[in-house]
């Protein structure tokens, strides 16, 4: 689950975190790393992601407002080191459904493959 925001003046913030308890110990406290163990605590690391960075769309490929690919970066905050600097190639759909919008962004990367559904809340 998570939150991407596009602003106006043309920036993306996105955070992720798991959904699968597991990956998400109950017993943590912010501000408090003294609770919970170092491997708890590495869960969370693990299964979160945040960044943020300027975004256009991708000009070398056809995009219309519903369809193309969106470039996230270069990221100039970023909880993984590795992130810093690079930009994030994602390819978007935004259609409607029962009266709302959706966004849906994917990629493929070099072990993972994604396609994440977000619903417009504002």
């Known amino acids: 689950m998570g939150l991407v925001t596009y602003s106006a003046n043309g920036y993306v913030s996105a955070n992720f975190v798991s959904t699968i308890p597991e990956q998400r110990p109950l017993n943590l406290i912010a501000n408090d790393v003294k609770n919970g ?5 590495s869960l969370i690391g693990k299964y979160a992601t945040a960044y943020m960075g ?3 769309i991708n000009t070398s490929l056809p995009a219309t407002e519903t ?4 470039l996230h ?9 590795s992130l810093m600097g690079k930009t994030l ?6 259609f409607k459904r029962d009266g ?3 966004l849906r962004l994917s ?6 493959k994604a396609d994440v559904l977000w619903k417009r809340i504002a």
């Open 37 to 41: 163990s170092d491997y708890e605590w």
């Open 54 to 56: 300027p975004i256009s």
């Open 67 to 70: 369809q193309g690919q969106v």
């Open 73 to 81: 970066g270069p990221l100039f905050v970023a909880n993984l080191p």
């Open 89 to 94: 190639v994602r390819n978007y759909l935004v």
């Open 100 to 102: 709302e919008t959706y």
């Open 107 to 112: 990629f493929v990367g070099a072990s993972t």
